[in-house]
C-alpha cells in the first residue's frame, strides 16, 4: 500500500469519528491530509521507504488562533490514536523530522517552507527553491471545510508568474546548453571523466527542471527528479528513457551500446524535441539547434520591463547579433585602415586602388563571416579588438605581416589545426559544389607565406592566429555544432553574402554564373 493512500484510510477509519466527536464545532475549521516532506506525500514509496518517517499518519492544519487555544489539546488526541493500522506501522521517527504529521499551524507550515507569512504576491515574493514549493503542493487534502489551508496551496500551485516562469525556462536553456552542448564535447575531447560525468549529469538535471517548468509542475529533491519527470505529459513520458540512456550510458531495453557517440546523440535528440515544443508552445521563436542560442528569444518575451532590465547577465545574453557585428566591424575597420599596405611604398602600385579603397566591400565580406558566428563567439573576438585597442595592436597588422612571412607565429594554440581541418574540408566540398561563385578565389591550400596568391587556408591561419584562446575555443564549438548539424561554415557565410549581393540562394548565384564573391 502506498503511504498517502494508508494516511487517507488511517484518517476515515481511526481520526475522523473520535475528532468530529471531541471538537465537533473546531473541525469545521481544520484542514486534515498528508503534504509536505517524505516519498509518500509524492507517491514515490516503495518497499525502501517504510524504514523512516513513513507508516499511519496524516496532519491537522488549523489557524493560528485555534493552535494557540486548542492545539495542545488537539495534539494530544492524536497521540493517543493506534500507531498500528492494516497491518502497517508503528511510524518511526527520525532524528530531526518531527513535526512532519500531527497538529501545526497553517501558516507556520506554508513559512516554514517558504518563507512568507501570505502567498506570494509579486515576482520578488516568488524566490523560493523549487524543492521548497513541490513539498507545499504534493500530497493530498482529505478536508478543508475553512478553505484557508486550500487557499494557501491553491495560489501556488497556479505556478510562477509568466515572466519568472519564461526566465527559469532560460535559465535551464542555458545550462543545459552549456553542459551537453558545449562542456561534455570539450570533456570528450580532453579525455576528462569528471567533466563529462559531470556535464552529462548537469544537461540531464536542467532538462528535467525544463520539462518540469513546461509542465507547470515543481520540480523536487533531485532523489524524485527523475522518477517524477516520468510521469508528466508534456516531454517527460517521452523524454525520460533518453535521459536514462544518457546516464547510464545505453538503452536498457537494447543490447550493448556504442559508447560517447551514442550518449552524444541521444543529448542531441534531447535537444531537439526540447526545442521543438518550445516552438510548439510559443516560448521560442529561434530556429538554431543550440539551446543557449534560444535564450535571447525565451527573454524577449519578458513584459515585465523592471523585472527584464534586473534579469541575470541580460546584457551579455541579449544582444543583438547585428549590433555585435557593428561593433565589431568598427573595431576591425579602424585596424584595418591603418595596415601599412605594401601599395602605399611599392612604385609599381603607388596611386593603384587597395582594398582599403573599397569599405563597403569589406563590410559585406566580413559581416557574412561574423554571421556564421554565434554570439558567444562574437562577444569574445569584440573583447579581443578592444583588448588589442587598448594595448595598442593592430590585430590586422599582425596577420598581414603572418601571411608576408616578416614575422614569426605567435599563437600556438592546438584549436587552430582543429579549426582548420574542418574548415578546409567544407571550402573543398563548397568549391566543388559551386565553381562559378567561387571561380577566381583564392586556391584551397598549397600559397605560400609571403606571396600575394595567399591560399585560403593561410590567409585562414594567419587570422586565426589573431584570436585568444577563448575565442578560438569558442569559434571550434561553433565549428563542430554545424559540423554535427550537418551544416558549413562555407555554405553559411556564402549563402549570407549572396543574399548581400541580390541573390536569393547560392544555386541562383551558381545559375546567373556569377563571376566572383
Known amino acids: ?101 500531527g497538529v501545526m499551524k497553517i501558516n507556520g507550515f506554508y513559512n516554514r517552507y ?30 478543508d471545510p475553512l478553505g484557508e489551508f486550500t487557499q494557501w496551496r491553491d495560489a501556488l500551485l497556479d505556478f510562477y508568474p509568466e515572466d519568472l516562469w519564461l526566465k527559469k525556462i532560460a535559465d535551464c536553456c542555458m545550462q543545459a546548453g552549456q553542459a551537453g552542448q558545449y562542456n561534455w564535447q570539450r570533456g570528450i575531447l580532453r579525455n576528462d571523466p569528471y567533466v563529462t560525468n559531470t556535464a552529462s549529469v548537469k544537461f540531464c538535471t ?93 527573454l524577449g518575451k519578458v513584459k515585465d ?52 579603397d573599397f569599405p563597403e566591400e569589406f563590410r ?6 561574423l554571421m556564421a558566428w554565434s554570439e558567444e563567439t562574437l562577444i569574445s573576438y569584440l573583447d579581443d579588438l578592444t583588448k588589442a585597442r587598448n594595448a595598442d595592436r593592430n590585430l590586422m597588422t599582425y596577420k598581414y605581416a603572418r601571411m608576408d612571412n616578416l614575422i614569426p607565429c605567435e599563437n600556438k594554440s592546438l584549436y587552430i589545426d582543429k579549426i582548420a581541418m574542418v574548415q578546409i574540408q567544407w571550402q573543398k566540398e563548397f568549391i566543388e559544389k559551386y565553381p562559378r561563385i567561387m571561380s577566381g578565389g583564392r586556391s584551397l591550400s598549397g600559397g605560400e607565406p609571403g606571396t600575394d596568391g595567399a591560399s585560403f587556408e593561410t590567409y585562414m591561419r594567419c587570422e586565426l592566429e589573431t584570436y585568444s584562446e577563448k575565442t578560438l575555443g569558442l ?5 563542430e555544432d554545424l559540423r554535427v548539424a550537418g551544416k558549413s561554415i562555407s555554405e553559411e557565410i556564402y549563402t549570407e553574402l549572396v543574399r548581400q549581393k541580390g541573390y536569393k540562394s547560392l544555386e541562383e548565384a551558381e545559375n546567373k554564373q556569377m563571376k566572383r564573391i
Open 305 to 356: 520591463s523592471e523585472f527584464k532590465n534586473n534579469l541575470w547577465g541580460v546584457k551579455k545574453i541579449l544582444p543583438n547579433k547585428k549590433e555585435i557585428i557593428e561593433k565589431v566591424l568598427e573595431g576591425e575597420w579602424e585596424m584595418f585602415s591603418t595596415v601599412n599596405d605594401k601599395a602605399d611604398t611599392d612604385p609599381f602600385t603607388q596611386g593603384r586602388p587597395t582594398c582599403r
Open 206 to 298: 536542467e532538462i528535467m527542471r525544463l520539462i518540469y517548468l513546461l509542465n507547470k509542475v515543481y520540480a523536487p529533491f533531485y532523489k524524485w527528479l527523475l522518477k517524477g519527470v516520468a510521469l508528466l505529459p508534456i516531454l517527460g513520458i517521452e523524454i525520460s528513457p533518453l535521459i536514462e540512456k544518457v546516464l547510464t550510458g545505453h538503452d536498457k531495453n537494447a543490447s550493448g551500446g556504442t559508447g560517447w557517440k551514442q550518449q552524444q546523440d541521444t543529448m542531441e535528440l534531447i535537444c531537439q524535441k526540447v526545442i521543438a515544443k518550445l516552438q510548439d508552445l510559443g516560448v521560442t521563436d529561434e530556429k538554431a539547434p543550440f539551446l543557449t542560442d534560444h535564450v535571447p528569444s525565451i
Open 1 to 101: 500500500m502506498y503511504g498517502l493512500n494508508l494516511s487517507e484510510s488511517y484518517y476515515n477509519g481511526c481520526g475522523k469519528e473520535v475528532f468530529e466527536s471531541t471538537f465537533k464545532a473546531l473541525m469545521e475549521r481544520v484542514a486534515i491530509g498528508l503534504v509536505g516532506p517524505g516519498s509518500e506525500c509524492f507517491g514515490f514509496d516503495d518497499k525502501f521507504s517504510r524504514d523512516h518517517d513513513w507508516g499511519p499518519s496524516f496532519c491537522l492544519w488549523v489557524t493560528s488562533d485555534d493552535f494557540l487555544r486548542y492545539g495542545k489539546e488537539l495534539q494530544a488526541c492524536y497521540d493517543a490514536l493506534p500507531k498500528e493500522f492494516s497491518g502497517f506501522g508503528p511510524r518511526v521517527v527520525s532524528s530531526g523530522e518531527t513535526g512532519r504529521v
Open 364 to 369: 559585406v565580406h566580413r559581416t557574412a563571416k
Open 114 to 143: 517558504t518563507g512568507l507569512n501570505l502567498p506570494p504576491n509579486s515576482i520578488k515574493d516568488w524566490n523560493i527553491p523549487s524543492e521548497n514549493l513541490a513539498l507545499c503542493t504534493n500530497g493530498k487534502v482529505f478536508s
Open 475 to 479: 569559434l571550434f564549438q561553433d565549428t
